[in-house]
């Protein structure tokens, strides 16, 4: 409650600041001030310390699990502010306002980590979800940011208007918005047209969210509009607040095979297709940020393991790959604003005209890759044993790693340009605390590929 409550009024506090702070710099301090503030009220949560107790009627339950997430999501989006803040200040002249938004995503975020009822769940994705369409369209000037935006908000409100179907129907089915009813394995056991149709609609729409195949064909060209500060805050802390909302949702639900539908087929079909086409796709890209855009799903492949093993391994394993490929991408991304040229011939040479840049950049892609001693490494191989604990669908993990194979190849590529290949590796002026930040970014990737407990064991102490 404390995350909810003090994000909202942050953003409040953002908005008004615009009007009487001109100096962008200024305005970033505060944002890094409030995002500090909330994390800190988030982690005293944890421990007992609420500052407002509300009743809010079993519809929000504040556990350890959603608890640990919110900290997690804060904390990123505070690594994100530090390193990109110049970036954000730059797209246009409304600093306090695209500050203002993120807060408010952060509201949405808060909310859908904690939610026991559907209609929580609608709430708080909405309250995440129309920020990030402004945001998509902030750089005014830019056609393809305008499109990126249209785009964003027409697949949006179509996937919600699936959500409220599939909400409607379940309220038919079981009388309560409660996902502890839905989840009660008689319900679940239950083959009511009403109930397993609305949850089909359900899945659908949060397969919208987090871009899994074959729902993903929104999402390069609303990464590739996007401002590229945006895109790595939407790609990372938002994504990854999406799969949250997935896992609470299919908890139980993953355990039980209907006579209608089998839940767990249905999600092999998911993750094997979101690999394939997001792997495979990125390829073929010239572009490093639609790379990104296309790895993205590639990964949201990785993490819909967890709503498919359902095990307490996935749950470990989903807030670990949260962390991991939040702090890797945004370390990516920022790197990647500094860039005069996003495509893989821009970092030709990058070692040499920036070695500082060129081993942050370095690690950051091995992460993505699963390469052993970073975090991501850790964070596929937890997704993988969630799925061979399950004592099941064994050939789905030799897949998972053939395609895991096949991510190194594109991620390799931008290694190679910087390391291998002969050129001016052109970019901005470079601040020394970025350098810095980037270092920092670093150890803590290459301290979590070594000690993953130091995350994992906030979930129990």
Aim: glycine share 8%; aromatic share 16%; net charge positive.
């Amino acid at each position: 409650m404390n995350a909810i409550i003090l994000s909202a009024i942050l953003g409040v506090i953002m908005m008004f600041s615009g009007i009487w702070v001109n100096n962008k710099a200024t305005l970033r301090w505060i944002a890094l001030a409030g995002l500090l503030v909330l994390l800190i009220s988030n982690i005293a949560e944890m421990y007992g310390y609420r500052i407002w107790n509300v009743n809010v009627h079993n519809m929000l339950y504040f556990d350890r699990f959603g608890l640990l997430f919110n900290s997690v999501a804060i904390g990123s989006t505070f690594i994100f502010v530090a390193l990109s803040g110049s970036d954000i200040n730059r797209v246009g002249k409304y600093a306090a306002e695209y500050y203002t938004l993120i807060f408010f995503v952060l509201t949405g975020i808060t909310i859908i980590s904690v939610y026991t009822s559907l209609l929580m769940l609608f709430l708080g994705i909405e309250i995440m979800s129309i920020p990030l369409y402004i945001l998509t369209g902030s750089d005014k000037r830019n056609l393809k940011s305008n499109e990126a935006s249209l785009k964003y908000f027409l697949m949006g409100a179509f996937s919600t208007g699936l959500m409220l179907m599939g909400i409607t129907l379940i309220y038919g089915a079981t009388g309560s918005f409660s996902i502890e009813v839905l989840n009660n394995p008689a319900i679940a056991q239950g083959v009511s047209f009403l109930e397993i149709t609305g949850m089909l609609f359900l899945l659908v729409s949060m397969a919208f969210k987090v871009s899994a195949a074959p729902f993903h064909f929104w999402t390069p060209d609303v990464y590739d509009g996007a401002p590229g500060v945006f895109t790595s805050f939407m790609a990372t802390v938002v994504k990854a607040a999406a799969f949250i909302a997935f896992v609470k949702l299919f908890d139980a639900r993953m355990s039980y095979s209907s006579a209608v539908v089998d839940w767990k087929m249905l999600l092999c079909i998911l993750i094997i297709a979101t690999l394939l086409i997001g792997n495979i796709t990125a390829v073929f890209q010239q572009s490093v940020k639609r790379m990104l855009a296309y790895s993205s799903i590639a990964q949201a492949g990785f993490m819909l393991f967890a709503v498919f093993s359902m095990n307490e391994m996935a749950k470990e394993g989903i807030i670990f790959y949260a962390v991991s490929y939040s702090l890797a991408t945004i370390g990516v991304f920022a790197v990647l604003l500094k860039m005069k040229d996003f495509t893989f011939e821009g970092y030709n040479g990058l070692a040499k005209s920036q070695p500082v840049l060129a081993f942050a950049n370095t690690v950051f892609l091995l992460s993505l890759a699963g390469i052993p001693l970073t975090a991501g490494f850790f964070a596929k191989y937890f997704m993988l044993a969630s799925v061979i604990q399950t004592g099941h669908y064994l050939w789905m993990v030799i897949v998972a790693v053939l395609f895991a194979a096949v991510s190194v190849y594109y991620y390799f590529r931008v290694i190679q340009a910087m390391y291998f290949k002969t050129g001016e590796g052109e970019t901005e002026n470079i601040h020394p605390g970025f350098k810095t930040g980037l270092i920092i970014l670093t150890v803590i990737i290459i301290l979590l590929g070594v000690a993953p407990n130091l995350i994992i064991n906030f979930l129990y102490f």
